[in-house]
């Protein structure tokens, strides 16, 4: 299977070593900076600045979009009418209707499309699920997820047009996905933040279908060197927290410890490892293998798009002061 890479940033560059590890093969890369191309892949692989140019020339099975989010519709939507499967990195789209557009060029060439939701691979974090499905901890009745960073990103970040949001719309992507992953969908959204789709800082509350109840609270007010990326579970019969994933590899948290749980009564420290870089690469593999195998991938279509449809309730529970049903936003659902 041949696959072509958009973008060798900071995440680019762990797609480019899952996609050498994986058995897939790389056969182009389209990054504008040179340096960082001739760096990155030397002679390996032709280096495109133009997407329909490298598409054309290299005719990948695969493109793998790392770019900045208002690049992701066009990009898909070109890959998607080449015939070739798409693997694009969180959020599926800057919005709402991109994700539609994405939906609907998916649906009219029967071209695969998967959604990099990473931290769904991060070995405590997919523990933790087997905890909820095992039955052990019982039922799962709140959910808290904190996104603390200290310092704000920068470059295109800092332009909320190419974000299509702030900070949730940016690393916040991965607290609400956890938050579906862990307690199934979201039924509303109340919000609260301090510039919606430029913010900065954010509260949500959720309320699942399932009756339980969660929290997610962000900022980027933090001291130089926070990130905290915990995640809480109060269920029936137990309680699990993730100390953190991201927050392992920024070296905010250090030392074994992922993943402590009180389960019938004893609070336990649980041996599961995981990286965050790891749990990347994992997803990145799973899916070129589901691509390969021709399955639609575990994070796809519906997930992507549910991600940035709670994102996008937020924002307008945030601008108008209503909780908002997530009905409002569910139209053309995958
Ligand atoms: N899963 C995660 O934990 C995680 C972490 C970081 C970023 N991301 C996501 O990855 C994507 C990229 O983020 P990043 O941090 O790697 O950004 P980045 O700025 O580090 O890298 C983006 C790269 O794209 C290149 N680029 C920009 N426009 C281009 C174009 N038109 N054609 C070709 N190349 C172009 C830039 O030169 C740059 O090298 C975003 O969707 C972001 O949300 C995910």
Redesign the pocket.
Not at 6 to 12: A, M
Not at 30 to 33: I, T
């Given at each position: 299977m041949k696959v072509a890479l958009?973008?060798?940033?900071?995440?680019?560059q762990i797609h480019l070593k899952a996609i050498r590890e994986s058995g897939a093969r790389l056969v182009a890369v389209?990054?504008?900076?040179r340096d960082?191309a001739a760096a990155s892949v030397g002679d390996e692989v032709p280096v495109f600045?133009d997407i329909e140019e490298m598409i054309e020339q290299s005719r990948p099975d695969v493109v793998d979009v790392?770019?900045?989010?208002h690049?992701?519709v066009p990009v898909a939507v070109t890959a998607l009418r080449s015939g070739c499967d798409v693997l694009l990195?969180?959020?599926m789209a800057a919005d709402l209707a991109g994700c539609d557009e994405i939906l609907a060029v998916a649906k009219e060439t029967g071209q695969r499309v998967g959604v990099?939701h990473?931290q769904v691979h991060f070995d405590p974090h997919r523990r933790l699920r087997h905890l909820i499905d095992s039955g052990d901890i019982g039922e799962i009745r709140s959910i808290y997820e904190r996104l603390w960073m200290g310092g704000k990103y920068g470059?295109?970040r800092e332009d909320a047009a190419q974000v299509g949001g702030g900070l949730l719309m940016?690393a916040g992507v991965?607290r609400i996905y956890m938050a579906e992953y862990l307690g199934g969908p979201v039924r509303s959204v109340t919000a609260v933040m301090d510039s919606p789709r430029s913010e900065d800082a954010f509260v949500l509350t959720l309320d699942f279908e399932s009756g339980a109840l969660g929290v997610i609270q962000g900022g980027y007010h933090g001291p130089d060197g926070v990130f905290d990326d915990r995640i809480e579970i109060q269920a029936s019969e137990g309680m699990v927290e993730v100390l953190g994933c991201?927050a392992f590899f920024e070296g905010d948290l250090e030392g074994d410890l992922r993943l402590r749980a009180r389960i019938n009564g004893v609070w336990a420290e649980d041996p599961v490892v995981g990286h965050w870089d790891q749990s990347?690469m994992a997803s990145v593999k799973a899916v070129l293998d589901d691509f390969e195998a021709g399955r639609d991938p575990e994070v796809g279509l519906a997930e992507g798009r549910a991600a940035v449809a709670v994102v996008e309730a937020a924002y307008r529970s945030a601008e108008t002061g209503r909780t908002i049903p997530m009905s409002e936003l569910d139209e053309r659902k995958a």
């Open positions: 958009c973008g060798l940033g900071e995440i680019g389209c990054e504008l900076d960082l600045s790392c770019l900045p989010h690049l992701h990195e969180k959020p990099s990473n470059g295109w940016d991965h991201e990347v």
